[in-house]
């Protein structure tokens, strides 16, 4: 059975920082796409970062851009956020979703396994 399991959101001041992790069970990261999703209340869904295992490639929304870093570490089967410089606007339950896929991440339309999510708050 395919389990993803995000922690490591908590409150932050602006410009602080945080980790998430994701622990995955029940498949290995080779062939697959992994990512982290965000919704704020009131808002649709948006994708923030991914990683494509075939090749490494990683993706960033623009928003994000120099501020996250997503990483894997397939030995441990967990996946990453460092969010640096965070930001009131970055207040968002996390997510982290898992698909199979050969191709990069960025053009993953659907996403079939997710994580509950995890709370980041950033007060100004």
């Known amino acids: 059975e395919v389990q993803l399991q995000a922690f490591g959101g908590g409150l932050v001041q602006a410009g602080g920082s945080l980790r998430l992790s994701c622990a995955a069970s029940g498949f290995t990261f080779d062939d697959y796409v992994i990512g982290w999703f965000r919704q704020a209340p009131g808002k649709e869904r948006e994708g923030v970062s991914c990683?494509?295992?075939?090749?490494?490639?990683?993706y960033y929304t623009d928003s994000v851009k120099g501020r996250f870093t997503i990483s894997s570490d397939n030995a441990k089967n967990t996946m990453y956020l460092q969010m640096n410089s965070l930001k009131p606007e970055d207040t968002a339950v996390y997510y982290c979703?898992?698909?199979?896929?050969?191709?990069?991440?960025?053009?993953?339309?659907?996403?079939?396994?997710w994580g509950q999510g995890t709370q980041v708050t950033v007060s100004s």
């Open positions: 990683i494509s295992s075939s090749d490494g490639s990683t």
């Open positions: 979703a898992a698909e199979f896929s050969t191709t990069g991440c960025a053009t993953q339309g659907f996403w079939g396994y």
